[in-house]
């Protein structure tokens, strides 16, 4: 099984706290926030994971993730291709056809591979995405009908379900990614319009890391579950 991960950005928001690193290679805990889920997708049976970078930052990849388990590959984007173009781009490199995991980079997730893998292969549609219920940055304010304000609570989760770009991709589904932009304005509404996309719920952890608050919450939250420090 072989996956792709997203890591083209630049870790411009990071800013200092990057340590002039790719954003998917930013320290985390001591380790390179992508080698997280370099270990959990080996968990799950990847055994080549692709890389879909910037020109010229190939070798750091392999560098710093050589040693997590799976065979670490990079294909340098020439340009700037988007995500849907860029998936497409680092998938000539694959060893295999048929079905591959794709995500980004540059999150710290907890979702089960394996699970998402068994609900892609059960449903049968050409592409299967992770959606997920993201917490609220606002906490709640109770108002009655008179304007009185009874309360309040902690923020909860939103209450729909979001993208948050774990994926798995058939043969067909990659044919029909862009060669350049963004795979959720054109090629997966084209597979949700024709009943070609499924979805999988994922009630997990999922943390973006674009900023240095969103860097401390990763760094937090791997420093008091040490389990992540096993993957």
Known sequence: MEAIILAGGKAERLGDAAGGRPKSLVEVAGRPLAAYQVGRLARAGVTRVIFACAAG?????????????????????????????????????????????????????????????????????????????????????????????????????VPYWVNCGNYVLSEEAITRLPDKGDHEFSTFPELAASGQLRAHRHEGLWLTVNTPKELRVAQEHVESHPEWLAT
Do not use: C, M, Y
């Not at 299967?128 to 606002?138: E, G, L, N, R, Y």
């Open 57 to 157: 930052e190939g070798s750091k990849f392999v560098d710093l993730l050589s040693d997590v388990g799976p065979a670490i590959v990079t294909a340098e984007e020439p340009e700037r291709l988007g995500r849907g173009g860029g998936i497409k781009f680092a998938a000539r490199l694959r060893q295999e056809s048929g079905e591959v995991l794709a995500l980004n980079g540059d999150e710290l997730v907890d979702v089960d591979f394996g699970a998402l893998l068994a609900a892609h292969r059960s449903g049968g549609a050409l592409a299967t995405i992770t959606v997920a219920q993201p917490k609220s940055q606002f906490g709640l304010v109770q108002v009655d009908d008179d304007d009185v304000v009874r309360g309040f609570e902690e923020a909860g989760r």
